[in-house]
């Protein structure tokens, strides 16, 4: 993907590229869904329920809205719903109001889901093998949101283009 790199146009063989490394991503994202949920199994908490509690920790001073969150974990809202509300039964998490908007609700971890965590997080040094990574995760991560930053900008920026009449059928699953 030399072209890519530099200031020469994109060939047909990148976009190949690039498609073939999202189905690697979405391979990827199972398999790191797996291995998280098997961590988090013994604390009674699904992957994306822990997912929700890293994300309230991560943003302790800018709360998340319920809707936020949804879209951060890939959750409709009623399943959001569904389980912040255990984990706030639970005590993990405490909702706040906005006090400019008082129909939106943010999650905020409490001191008892701080203290979970905090439990939970060493288990994953024991559970994977970081040292094995080609990169270090942050690198990763930054090269990851960067191309989702260039993809959704162009998301944003072009139309779709329209199929031929003959490869209009939808396949959508």
Sequence with gaps: M?????????TPQDAVELIGMAIEMASCEKT?????AQVVAPFHLSENAFFILILCQ????????QSALAKMVGLSPAQLSHLV???????????QRDPHDRRRQFWTLTDDGTQ????????????????Q????????????????AILGASLN????????????????A
């Design 133 to 148: 990574l080609p990169v270090d995760p942050q690198t990763l991560v930054a090269g990851m949101r960067k191309l989702v």
């Design 32 to 36: 790191m869904r797996a291995a998280i």
């Design 85 to 95: 509300e255990q984990l706030r039964q639970d005590d993990w998490i405490e909702p």
């Design 157 to 172: 920026s072009r139309p779709a283009p329209t199929p031929p009449a003959s490869l209009s059928k939808s396949h959508a």
């Design 2 to 10: 030399e072209s890519m790199a530099s200031s020469e146009p994109a």
């Design 116 to 131: 979970r965590l905090e439990k939970i997080m060493p288990h994953f040094r024991e559970a994977w093998q970081f040292d």
């Design 58 to 65: 991560q943003n302790l001073r800018k709360s998340l809205s």
